[in-house]
């Protein structure tokens, strides 16, 4: 009869077989996760809108830049406001 004596996994490889697949499964699920903020899905499934800069703020860049004078900032910063 055969005892199975020294042959088997001891206490300490089923512990390094443990801790080994928990960090196996974890490097998975953290590349799956990476994957996913990568490609940019979200949970919701709904991408992030991109800041889109307001009409104002177009307008005092444009005075900043010397693109447009005094009077046709007031002009149409008036516009935009009666608008709103």
């Known amino acids: 009869m ?4 020294g042959n088997g996994m001891g206490g300490w490889g089923y512990a390094l077989m443990t801790i080994g ?3 196996f499964w974890s ?3 953290a590349g799956f996760v990476l994957l996913l903020r990568s490609t940019g899905a ?10 889109r800069p307001t009409p104002q703020q177009i307008l005092a860049e444009r005075y900043a830049r010397g693109e447009i004078d005094d009077d046709e900032y007031t002009r ?3 516009a935009l406001n009666s608008t709103t």
Do not use: A, D
């Not at 979200?42 to 809108?49: A, D, H, K, N, T």
């Open 2 to 5: 055969m005892m199975w004596y």
């Open 21 to 23: 697949m928990i960090g």
């Open 27 to 29: 490097l998975v699920l």
């Open 42 to 51: 979200s949970v919701s499934g709904q991408r992030p809108v991109p800041h």
């Open 76 to 78: 149409r910063t008036r």
